[in-house]
Structures are given as C-alpha cells and as structure tokens.
C-alpha cells in the first residue's frame, strides 16, 4: 500500500492510470445517455431538441456535481490516510433506472400526452417536467433514506452486499453490454479483446499512449472503416449531421408543474430510489473491500444531492456511485478521473458536445468497457467475501437473471404486448404462468438478491433463527411489493386491494417465505435441544 512519508509534497491532481478511468466512466455514462436518447427518439418518436436541448443538458449537471464532491472525499481520504493509491468513487448515471425511466415513465407518458390531443412539442415538455418531477422526488426520498446506510452494512452480511451487485454485473452489465457489441462483431469482439489484453493480461500496446483511450480510438476507426468499405455488420450507416447547440441546465420552477403527474409513477418511482441507496450501500462495501473506506452516508448523500441538482436542472436520470470502484482502482486511478469525467460530461452536455458524442461514437465499440467492468466486480466480490458464503452469493445472482428476462420479453420487439398478457395470465394446470414467475422474481431484484444470499449465508453459519427472520421480511415486503411486485409497472401495492391471478401470486410467495421461515425456526429448536447434555 503506497503512502507518503511525513513532509511529502503534495497529492497530486493526476496520475497515468485516471486517464484509463476517465475513458472507461465517461463511456458509461456515454453509453447510458445513448441509451436514452435511442429509446425516447427512435423508440417512442420523441422531438429529438427535447432530448438533447432540455433533457441531457441537466443529467449531466448532476454527473458534475457528484463527480466534483467524490473527487474531494477521495482526496480528503488521501490526506487522513496518507495513502496515494486512494480511488475516488465512480458516479454516473444509473443503468437499470434509466432505462425504466425511459420505457417505463418517460416513453408512455409522451404517448399518453400525444393520446390526449397534444401536439408532439407539447407531450415531450409536459413528458419532461414528469421527468424532472420525478428525479426531485427520488431525490428527496433518497436523502431520508441515506441515514439507514451505515446500519444496513452493519446488519448484512458481506455476501449479501456484493453478491447482489455481482449479480447485476454479470448479468446486465455484462450480457446486455456484450449482446450490443457483438452486434457489429469484428469491431465490437475486436475491442473487447484489446481492452481484456490492457486491462486484465496487463499487456503493453506499441504506443506509449493509455492503453484504454487508444483501444477505443481503434475500434471506432475499425467500426467505421468496415461499414465505409462495405464490410460492416448489416445496416451500417453513418449518423447524420450533428450541429453543437450549448443549452445550459438553469434551475427552474418546471418540476412543480410535473408534480402532480408523478402520482400515479410513485409505486414505480419509490422503488427506484429504494434501490439506488442499496445499490449505494453496496458499492460503498465494495470500495471498503477494497480498501477505500469512506463514509457510507457521505456517499449516499452525494448521490442525493446531485440527483436533486440533476431534477431542479431540467434533467430525467438520477445518478449513482458505480459499482466498478476496485475495477478503477486495478486501472491505476486515483481521483484525477472523476474530476476529468464530471467536467467532461457537465460541461460537454451544456455545450452539446455529449449530445453529439452520443449520436456518432458506436455502442458496439462502447460497450466492452461495461463489460470488462463486470468482470472485475464479479471477480472481486468472490475475493472479497467469504469461501463458505459462495454458495449463497451464487444463488442472489438468479433474480438478476429473471429481471434481465423480464427486459427482454417485455420488449415489443421480441413479443407483442397481446401475447405477453395472454401468455402470462394463462394456466396451464402445472403452475403459476411461466412469464408470470419470471416478471415477479424480477421485479425489485437488487433487494430479493440481498435477502436471499443473507439467508443462506445464515443458513451455512448455522444461525437458523437469524435466516427465519430474514425471511419474514422478505414475506412483508412481498405482500406490498417492495419485493415480488405483480403490479405491471413492478411498482408497490396494497395486498387487500389485489384480486385475480395477481392476489393468488402475491399471496403464494409470500406464503413460501413464510412456511420456509416457520420450517427452520422448528429446526433451530431441534438444534438446540440436540446439543443438551
């Protein structure tokens, strides 16, 4: 562990490896915006000004702000500590939210307001202010929450904490990101392969330049190249002409009136900030595993804060502390790229330079980053965590698997919405309907994942009682949806106001945990008397 004899000089600002980070958390956050903009865009037929003009100008913002106070944190750390290889915390923009925001509040709304008799102009405004709305109100809802993070950490297992952020890694970040890049296979597998030889081999490129910077620049070269020569993947075409166009993210008033839209989103939204701050928990452990160990409240604050700045500012996404903190850290950065990304970000999305980055740089070149990010963070939490708690980790990655299905098969594009509902309300005398069980295990995933490792890891200490009573608020939360939700949407709900397919579902698992939690609290008894003299 490097530190600094006494009288050293100061901290410096930069180092090789935050330029590797840099490129890597700017990516990620490139990756998501286009994401965004793909969905609302090309998906839902959303005024591109909207987008690029109102929406992403005040998302970056709160990249920005975060960035800056994790930069400052990591430095304040390095000077208590005297360490000079403290990471800062990764921020950016939350995949798996985002991309609910997009589909599942953003997108509907604007057709709701076109369905209304509002022109396409009008819907993305009123569309918008729901999205600021929405970010004000996750953010104050992930503000009270902050002050449970310490706790938490305290009360669950470490298994429990970076298995459920394994989990996602694999999973979503991993598959999803490697599906987009083999897309276009040779440029996408091609770059993939470069960055594994960097970042993973640790092997040496012929110019002195960082390594991760320089694969990007190829595989965009190559990308481009082939579909120029005619040797693409299919339908390769260049993005039409993008002109800068500065916006910048002035605070305004445009949240209250996207208020009293947001009612009807809360069930959806509630949860979304709910699981942000496990999700914050989590990598706050991962930095600590790590050896980074920062104040889990100053993080989940952080996250707060500029997620309130981000809704104030005209934006729609709400901003996290990554999970990749140790995959930065084994890059060799230190504070230098948080600084460099909130800048580049913050100030490119005011300038309209993310706005055209996001419209040119091709997903299949950079997805890999997400990919190789994944990795480690899966490595690590099987390092980090106790051998005899793998078992149990393994198990919190399913509900991972169950949501990513659930993405996939909610698709329009993969089944008709007609044919989803019929094919998940129809019994088939084995069971509850397939797609049913699937969209119910995934809905509130990051917690079930957290649950279910803590009780096995329980389970294998041979704490009987504690697992039962683990199970018995998984029981409560599913009756209410916070795990397990059947409302469409995955948001909360009220057990007594259910009926039909969705009451018998809720209730039978809820009931599951329950008679599992019952079972082995009997079995502690036995235990003990077993153990009498």
């Known amino acids: 562990m490097a530190t600094r004899a006494s009288g050293a000089a100061p901290q410096r600002w930069f180092v090789s490896g935050d330029f590797n980070g840099f490129f890597g958390l700017v990516v ?3 990756t998501i915006l286009s994401f965004i903009a793909a969905a609302l865009i090309g998906i839902f037929g959303f005024p591109a000004d909207v987008v690029f003009q109102r929406m992403f100008p005040g998302t970056a913002l709160g990249v920005l702000i975060g960035n800056l106070i994790y930069t400052a944190m990591a430095r304040r750390l390095a000077a208590r500590s005297g360490r000079e290889d403290v990471t800062a915390m990764p921020l950016g923009l939350d ?15 604007f057709l709701a307001g076109k369905a209304a008799g509002l022109d396409a102009q009008a819907a993305a405004i009123a569309t918008w202010q729901l999205g600021m709305a929405s970010l004000v109100v996750m953010g104050v809802w992930k503000f009270l929450l902050a002050f449970t993070g310490d706790w938490v950490t305290r009360v669950l297992p470490r298994a429990a904490l970076l298995g ?5 890694a694999l999973v979503l970040m991993g598959l999803f990101p490697l599906i987009e890049a ?10 993939l392969g470069l960055l594994l030889y960097v970042l993973v081999a640790k092997g040496r490129l012929p110019l002195r330049l960082p390594g991760v910077p320089l694969v990007f620049l190829f595989g965009t070269a190559l990308y481009y190249g082939l579909g120029l020569a005619g040797l693409g993947a299919p339908g390769f075409q260049l993005p ?20 009293p839209a947001t009612l009807p989103y809360l069930p959806l939204l509630l949860p979304f900030g709910l699981l942000m701050v496990v999700g914050g928990i989590n990598v706050s452990e991962s930095a600590r595993a790590a050896g980074d160990d920062y104040s889990t409240r100053d ?3 952080t996250e707060a804060l500029s997620t309130l700045v981000a809704g104030f500012c005209g934006g729609v996404a709400q901003t996290t502390p990554y999970i990749g903190q140790p995959a930065y850290k084994h890059m060799g950065a230190r504070h230098g790229y948080t600084l460099l990304t909130g800048l580049f970000i913050g100030l490119g999305g005011m300038l309209g330079v993310v706005s055209s980055l996001v419209q040119w740089l091709p997903l299949a070149v950079l997805a890999p980053i997400i990919v190789y990010v994944a990795i480690d963070i899966t490595t690590q939490a099987f390092e980090a965590t106790p051998r005899q708690h793998a078992a149990a980790m393994v198990l919190g990655f399913l509900p991972s698997v169950a949501y990513m299905l659930s993405i996939k098969l909610g698709n329009p594009a993969w089944i008709s919405p007609e044919k989803f509902n019929e094919l998940a309300t129809t019994l088939d005398g084995h069971g509850l309907p397939e797609l049913a069980v699937i969209k119910t295990l995934g809905n509130g995933f990051i ?4 649950l279910w490792t803590a009780a096995v890891a329980a389970m294998i200490d041979a704490r009987l009682r504690r697992a039962a009573l683990i199970l018995l608020v998984a029981a409560g939360f599913t009756l209410f949806g916070v795990i397990h939700s059947v409302d469409a949407r995955g948001g909360l709900h009220l057990p007594w106001q259910l009926s039909g397919l969705a009451q018998t579902i809720n209730l039978q698992f809820s009931a599951a945990y329950a008679v599992l939690a019952a079972l082995l609290a009997l079995l502690s008894l036995q235990r003990q008397e077993a153990a009498r003299p």
């Open 447 to 450: 917690i079930t994942a957290m």
């Open 164 to 168: 459920s952020i394994a989990g996602i």
């Open 299 to 301: 993080i989940l604050l």
């Open 95 to 109: 995949a798996p939210t985002s991309i609910g925001m997009a589909l599942l509040v953003l997108g509907p709304s």
């Open 28 to 30: 990620d956050n490139l």
């Open 182 to 191: 083999l897309r276009a296979p040779v440029a996408g597998f091609v770059t």
């Open 240 to 259: 039409a002409a993008v002109h800068w166009q500065p916006a910048l993210p002035w605070p305004n008033l445009g949240f209250i009136d996207g208020l």
